[in-house]
């Protein structure tokens, strides 16, 4: 009896032999609709992109709330590099824990720079505001961030101050997934109402899947560290990153 128990299989997590991002990659392709991408398994809802009648204020809404997501996301980890966020450690700031879970990992040896998701190349945040800048001399009138950026921001706060593994899964979803099908969204958006205007926010300085690629080697060494528990609480939270992000991309239908 104990052979059988001892035998039996270790239960497998799809992507898990080939690195945590890919586990991640795994859940996120599944939780994006047919007509999104070819591994999506959720039916159709709304407009598909081909649609879609984007008007330039609405479009304006999605790129303030999500400098607004992207600002956020790059105080909280230059917070949580940044050497001196150990004088920090008594007050309360934004990203606070995810700082001393850095930073205690920096006294573990180990992790020190793997740990750094600063300065990836993937950062949106200056893109963002030179794009807003653009649109301001072209006449427009910029919006204050509105209800889905300022709720996904104030979330993330919250996360990067006491759920680590939380965090890591919206770092995650938020930055590939503007590469994958926002970068799509941008393009037919710039076709459809921009006279094909090729905003920063879908330049990056250097070679995309390069820069990619690190970020990915970076993150499976920090998920190396974790227990299965940690994993999969991270994986469990991928909905919710699809729940806040496609709140804003909604915005560009408003
Ligand atoms: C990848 C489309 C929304 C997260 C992709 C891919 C497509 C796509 C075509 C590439 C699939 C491939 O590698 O073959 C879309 C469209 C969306 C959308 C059309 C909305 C209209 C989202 C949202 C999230 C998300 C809201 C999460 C916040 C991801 C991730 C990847 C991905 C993590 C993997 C990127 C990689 O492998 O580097 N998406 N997506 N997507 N998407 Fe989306």
């Not at 128990?5 to 392709?29: D, I, L, N, Q």
């Not at 450690?89 to 720079?113: N, P, R, Y």
């Not at 889905?148 to 101050?161: C, D, N």
């Not at 205007?197 to 390069?210: A, I």
């Amino acid at each position: 009896v104990s052979a059988t128990t001892a035998e039996k299989p270790k239960k497998r997590y799809p992507g898990e032999t080939k690195g945590f991002v890919e586990e991640m990659r795994f859940v996120a392709m599944k939780l994006h609709t047919r007509d999104q991408a070819k591994e999506g398994e959720k039916e159709p809802k709304g407009q598909p992109i081909a649609k879609w009648e984007p008007s330039i204020e609405g479009y304006l809404r999605f790129l303030v709330d999500s400098k607004l997501v992207y600002d956020t996301l790059e105080t909280v980890v230059e917070k949580a590099a940044y050497p001196f966020c150990k004088d920090f450690l008594h007050g309360v700031g934004t990203g606070l824990k995810f700082c001393k879970w850095i930073w205690e990992s920096k006294f573990d040896g180990a992790l020190a720079a793997d740990a750094e998701f600063r300065n990836t190349g993937l950062e949106r945040s200056e893109k963002l505001a030179k794009d807003l800048e653009w649109f301001k001399e072209q006449g427009y009138a910029i919006p204050e961030p509105s209800s889905p950026g300022v709720t996904y921001a104030h979330f993330l706060e919250e996360l990067s101050e006491k759920n680590p593994q939380a965090f890591i899964c919206h770092f995650y979803n938020v930055y590939f997934a503007h590469t994958a099908g926002g970068r799509m969204i941008g393009k037919k958006v710039a076709e459809m109402i921009l006279d094909k205007k090729e905003l920063e926010f879908y330049k990056w300085d250097g070679d995309l899947s390069q820069l990619l690629q690190n970020v990915r080697e970076k993150l499976n060494r920090v998920a190396g560290s974790w227990s299965r528990e940690e994993k999969n609480h991270c994986l469990e939270e991928t909905e919710k990153s699809f729940k806040y992000s496609g709140g804003i991309l909604r915005l560009i239908l408003s």
